[in-house]
């Protein structure tokens, strides 16, 4: 008998496994960048970037559950008699809400945006050792200076249900988190949420850069510690196994996948950078603080930022560098509160026209009262401010 066709037969068999299977990861490939242009399509069309904001907020009507207080965040808070946190469900987003019992009424909001891996406990985890160093938590600062503080989970993180999710998307997914629940707050009573104010680390700061471009709502300020207003940095260099390289959160706690390609990843950084819109950082105060040595988020485009806004004869902005790697910026953590009291002290006079003088008797003769006109719009402060200041 001729057994010669036996090897024939199992080449024929290998080749046509390898062929098929070949042809099944080329289909997954396939079908892996469709999920991904459906990622760009719905972050990064044209008509999803940097629209005009909303003049007024739109009406709240979802859904809010209460939930159970994170753990981590009931340990935080015990040593604050004064203080009252709950949880919450808003359409699914997850959020804590502080509030400082000392019966003031119209709080503004303060959102604030964690780092990547992280959750809406992490500013009450971080406040354990703030206290140890400083003597007082942000958490309790921010609550205790005036602020209703929400923080959130970012989508992708903690209780969130959205995933997979990439890196970028999740800032753009959080982004829609805000306005929601800005517009919740809007119905509670006595917060004013019309005035709001976000503060991000890391990846929270990138996000609060984005919402300045893209969020509905116009921020009184926003403070970016250790983050960039451009995200296409990212593409590439130390950050782009964890951000670019097809493995959104790659880490035991986030095992999400990524959904885009390498190339639809770069294309949707490059698409959303909020650098590209510096005009619409007009009217919102900025204070950016970043390391030197920060390898992770190099300040170079925050310094790209400043100085596009001085071109724009912007001047409402403060950045500060400081030796440390990625981390947070000391300075903001001293200084913030009083600026952003500051900031919240001042009231819009809109344009139009105003009397100026006096009635005949009273004043200077030539000093009548008379009608001018003012174009542009301007704020003035509630109270005298000194040089110093």
Known sequence: MDYSFIPCTKFIRAFTGILLGLMLAGAAFAAGNDAGQTVLDRY???????????????PFTGTVKEEPLPQSVADSIKAYKSLTVKAYSIDGIHICDAEWNDGKKNKPLLIYLHGGWANRAYLYERGVNEKKEFGKATFATYAEGGFRLITLDAAGHGASEVGPIDAFASNAETVGYIDRIIEYFNTVENVDAAKFVLHGFSMGGNTAYAYVTHGSYKPVAVICEASIPDFSDLSEGPMYDSFGAGRSFDSPD???????????????????????????????????????????????????????????????FHFELIKENHWHVDYIRKNALALLKRKLDFVKIKAGTFMMGADSGVGRDDDTAHSVPQTREFAMCHHEVTKEE
Request: hydrophobic share 30%.
């Open 44 to 58: 990064t069309a044209p008509d999803k970037l940097a629209q005009p904001r909303l003049e007024s907020i739109r």
């Open 254 to 316: 986030y095992p999400y996948p990524s959904v885009m390609s390498r190339e639809q990843i770069q294309e949707f950084a490059r698409r959303y950078s909020p650098i590209q819109w510096p005009e619409k950082f007009k009217g919102v105060y900025l204070l950016a603080g970043n390391g030197t040595n920060d390898t992770v988020q190099p300040p170079a485009s925050a310094k790209l930022l400043e100085s596009k806004l001085k071109a724009l004869g912007y001047s409402d």
